[in-house]
């Protein structure tokens, strides 16, 4: 096995500690036991000791102080582009594949937040043999777009969705995070029936994409009011 001996660059440096302190500030901005916050204060600590040494203007005090004070609560508080991926893989037999959420018990294709340092393009891949098992080799590029306004928790959610070229593998059910509980191949009959309990910005623009009748960089916007899933109101813009 060779080892690649190259000194890390000064962007791969940076990379890393982005990349850590957006871990650590989402673990502190879900959990409130005292252990575990301690210990996400310490990968702070790491974060901003590897920025200092890639150049950094601030010291790694500054840099932790800072990061601390930008920590939200739950999800507002989940440090990515505030981007999530959407992937529709279809099969030979013109059916696309759906998977349920274990806790709401809402169906939907694959996705997943787009995490600071990784495209949505490799993030794409990742959440699909996550929570499938199947393995996507090439995938189009952005099929369409939509935006999320969320007023009263202060968020803007941006989906990008692709479609999958071509995959193999057989479908386990071993999601990691325990956020898929089972999936399936539905046609385009049944994807209706088990889409109608999801979100509109999820359920009317793949139904439109679906269709065949939308064209390409499509965006769609949509604004949710109120704070609670089940009691929004959301429209289209």
Known sequence: MSVDSRAPSEVDLMRWSEALAAIARTGLAFSDVVYERERFEEVLNVAADIRERAGSAFDSETLVGGWLESVGSGVPGYVTPKVTVGAVVGNDDGEILLVQRAESGLWLYPTGWADVGYSP???VVKEVREETGLIVESWTSTVYE???DF?????RLGVEVFVAESWHGSMVFEDPDGIVE???FVDLGESAALLVSAPAWVR???GVWLGGAIEPGARFEYMAKGTRPGNMTVERR
Not at 151 to 155: A, F, T, V
């Open 121 to 123: 393009a490799e993030v």
């Open 146 to 148: 939509v935006s999320v």
């Open 151 to 155: 007023p009263d928790r202060g968020m």
């Open 182 to 184: 089972e999936g399936r």
């Open 204 to 206: 009317e623009p793949v």
